[in-house]
């Protein structure tokens, strides 16, 4: 299996999973550059998968439809370009011979789903989770609340810690300067920046990056760690109670990421 992340836009990945005959792809948002790997390797297109509704990850679909060979998968609980089949915690679909679990994880949309592969074979496995989790970091909450976006996270961080994180932007390294500035005595983190610094100015992508690393360095999966928490309560001391619950902690910090420049 050939894993691909797909520039598009500003900042999106387009992920791009073939096999040499036939390809799926995640979140297309433009269809020009999935139309141009398609081309190129020759690979029939047998799937898309979609984490949420937002423009950027499903405006291409229509484009594709025509060459497309198999379903369409999206969230029950969010707005998609029919026709899909709708997915939902629980369920498991297959394609490419590959069994993908689906995952809820909403928060940055009311019915935003991840998709997570165990059994690649010969690799680590798979999670491609949209806009809920990024290196460092994590999707704004427009339509879901702290505490869904907290249990979401949670959820994804639980995972084997081999798992690849197939984010959808790349905003590694903003969130890496937020990170740093919430836990800078974080020697992890200081060193998986110095990597993902060198990564950018080579042109090169930050992801997929492996599990374990985000569980490291990922100021919104460690709320519950006294560092995170202390930091909380120095940037918004009257705003916390005197003992903040982890989902206290993700509020203060994920409100101070979105003022963070």
């Not at 499903?58 to 997915?87: F, K, N």
């Not at 059994?119 to 949209?130: E, I, M, N, R, T």
């Not at 492996?210 to 999966?221: A, D, K, M, V």
């Not at 460690?222 to 928490?229: D, I, K, V």
Request: aromatic share 6%.
């Amino acid at each position: 299996m050939t894993l691909t992340p797909l520039p598009a836009f500003d900042d999106n990945y387009l992920w791009l999973l073939d096999n040499g005959r036939e390809a799926l792809v995640v979140d297309p948002g433009d269809a020009a550059p999935v139309a141009a790997a398609l081309d190129a390797r020759r690979l029939t297109l047998a799937g898309i998968l979609l984490t949420h509704h937002h423009g950027d990850h499903v405006g291409g679909v229509e484009a594709l439809r025509p060459r497309l060979q198999g379903p369409v998968y999206g969230p029950a609980r969010d707005r998609m370009p029919e026709p899909v089949t709708r997915v939902s915690g629980g369920d498991t679909i297959e394609l490419l011979g590959l069994r993908f679990a689906v995952l809820d994880v909403p928060g940055h949309t009311a019915g935003h789903v991840a998709y997570f592969c165990a059994d690649v074979p010969g690799q680590a496995p798979l999670l491609f989770c949209g806009d809920a989790l990024f290196s460092a970091g994590c999707g704004r909450l427009f339509e879901g609340t702290p505490a869904q976006m907290h249990a979401s996270l949670q959820s994804l961080a639980a995972l084997p810690g081999a798992t690849r994180v197939c984010c959808a932007h790349e905003y590694t390294l903003s969130n890496l300067r937020f990170a740093r500035e919430v836990d800078p005595h974080n020697a992890v983190l200081a060193a998986h920046a110095a990597w993902a610094e060198g990564q950018r100015s080579a042109g090169q992508p930050t992801l997929p990056v492996p599990l374990g690393t985000e569980t490291r360095i990922n100021p919104f999966l460690r709320c519950a760690e006294p560092a995170l928490r202390e930091a909380a309560r120095r940037h918004a001391p009257l705003q916390l109670p005197a003992e903040p619950s982890p989902v206290d902690v993700f509020a203060t910090l994920r409100e101070w990421k979105n003022g963070f420049r």
